[in-house]
């Protein structure tokens, strides 16, 4: 049997040292609390993230190693550079994080749960009109085809989910968070855990105890 520390309800800045994560499964590292906004910033701050599902305690984690794209070393592939030039898609941010957020919550075709519980839904547009979270949306005229959002602090944004309803528009949508990263700041991706997906786009693993290095360069005192 798994035992976890419990969050104290009333002290939203603390968690357990990251270093405390179990090594199977990767990164988990406490459960409950809450979804509060004081509570997530501080969190992820820390390089911890909320990650369950309907039923369970909210569960906190802390992976290692920690998948993370650079936005200098974004792979663009020949099929994406052509669906970037020719496909007559158009990306803006925050137009309506709403609808991504909803759209990445939905069942996909390889599962027909998701992660992104009612809670969680509330509790990233709670972030959101803060101007904490944030959206990439992709068009095609009126409608939106993919996207993604993720929460950002200081110059790292830590992507939390991305959908597509046309072959490659969530990596269009992360096409153009990597274009104005220059202009906005953004020095860091998380990209929490790796997958062939985020390794073909330039992902790569660091040590969490680099990422946590990182994290305090990138990201002022609270």
Not at 12 to 20: D, H, I, Q, Y
Not at 103 to 119: L, V
Request: charged share 25%; proline share 7%; glycine share 8%.
């Amino acid at each position: 049997m798994i035992r976890l520390p419990f969050l104290d309800p009333e002290r939203p800045e603390l968690f357990p040292p990251v270093e405390r994560a179990l090594r199977e499964p990767d990164g988990l590292l406490a459960a409950g609390g809450d979804l509060a906004p004081e509570r997530l910033l501080a969190a992820y701050r820390r390089g911890i993230f909320p990650w369950y599902s309907d039923g369970q305690p909210i569960l906190w984690w802390s992976p290692d190693p920690r998948a993370v794209l650079f936005p200098a070393e974004f792979r663009c592939t020949r099929s994406l550079a052509k669906t970037l030039h020719n496909g007559g898609l158009e990306c803006v941010m925050d137009r309506d994080f709403a609808a991504v957020i909803e759209a990445c919550a939905a069942p996909r075709s390889t599962s027909a749960g998701t992660w992104i519980t009612d809670e969680m839904r509330l509790a990233y547009s709670e972030l959101h009109r803060q101007g904490h979270a944030h959206s990439v949306e992709t068009y095609r005229g009126s409608k939106l085809v993919g996207g993604l959002y993720g929460v950002r602090i200081g110059a790292v944004f830590f992507g939390e989910s991305m959908f597509s309803l046309e072959r490659d528009a969530s990596k269009v949508a992360l096409a153009h968070l990597v274009e104005s990263a220059p202009a906005s700041g953004i020095a860091l991706i998380d990209c929490q855990v790796a997958s062939r997906h985020l390794q073909s786009l330039g992902s790569r693993n660091l040590a969490r105890s680099r990422f946590e290095a990182l994290l305090r360069e990138q990201i002022a005192p609270a």
